[in-house]
Each structure stands twice: as structure tokens, then as C-alpha cells.
């Protein structure tokens, strides 16, 4: 089973930018469809973002389209998660997530190995 690490998250201002990394070890993620997912405060774990095991397809919420971006380097055994626009209610804890499988899910349960999560606060 692959292992996921998180890191980047922060305290940022509305209107920032933060960029979270995920590192895998064990296995490679190649192999991997690999998502973000948060939760808030209060909140029940919410589907972020995926992105294919080739990084050839990706899918947002719409909650953070055209604000977020996933990408992935295979060869660094790494994917990452580019916040721009951050918003206050961007506040969540994010963790990074492996499913073994050539296309993407939104279901948190279809995603097999989490990370720890990282916190991301935005707020001034």
C-alpha cells in the first residue's frame, strides 16, 4: 500500500495562493488515480480534485474550478495541488488520497490510501 505525505499547507490571506505537495513512498503513483479532498470545521469530508493516473484527465468541484489546479510528476512520486484566489472558506484540513485505478472517483471511499492531512487557513 502506498504512503502519503502532505505538506504546504499554512495561514494565508484572502486573495493568496498556497501549493500543497503530496509525496508517495512504497509504490510508485504512476499506478494511481490520485485526489484531493478537505474538511472544514464542522463539516463532513468534501471531494476536491482528481487527476488521472497518465495527469491526462482531471476533474474539480465546482466549488474550486477555475481557482485550483492538480498536477502530478511521476517521476517525483508527487502531486500537487496549486490553490490560487483563496478564499476564507477554502479553511479546511486537506489530505491527499491513492485509488488504484485508471479513472478518477468524487467518493472519498473509492479512494483506497490517505496522508495526514495539512491545514490550510485563510483568513486576514
Known amino acids: 500500500q502506498v504512503q502519503l505525505v502532505e505538506s504546504g499547507g499554512g495561514l494565508v490571506q484572502p486573495g493568496g495562493s498556497l501549493r500543497l505537495s503530496c509525496a508517495g513512498s512504497?509504490?510508485?503513483?504512476?499506478?494511481?488515480?490520485m485526489g484531493w479532498f478537505r474538511r472544514a470545521p464542522g463539516k463532513e469530508r468534501e471531494f476536491v480534485t482528481f487527476?488521472?493516473?497518465?495527469?491526462?484527465?482531471?476533474y474539480y468541484a465546482d466549488s474550486v474550478k477555475g481557482r485550483f489546479a492538480i498536477s502530478r510528476d511521476n517521476a517525483k512520486n508527487t502531486v500537487y495541488l496549486q490553490m490560487n484566489s483563496l478564499k476564507p472558506e477554502d479553511t479546511a484540513v486537506y489530505y491527499c488520497?491513492?485509488?488504484?485505478?485508471?479513472?478518477?472517483?468524487?467518493?472519498?471511499?473509492?479512494?483506497?490510501?490517505w496522508g495526514q492531512g495539512t491545514q490550510v487557513t485563510v483568513s486576514s
Open positions: 488520497a491513492a485509488r488504484y485505478a485508471s479513472y478518477g472517483s468524487t467518493r472519498d471511499a473509492d479512494f483506497r490510501s
Open positions: 487527476i488521472n493516473w497518465s495527469g491526462g484527465g482531471t
Open positions: 512504497g509504490r510508485t503513483l504512476s499506478s494511481y488515480t
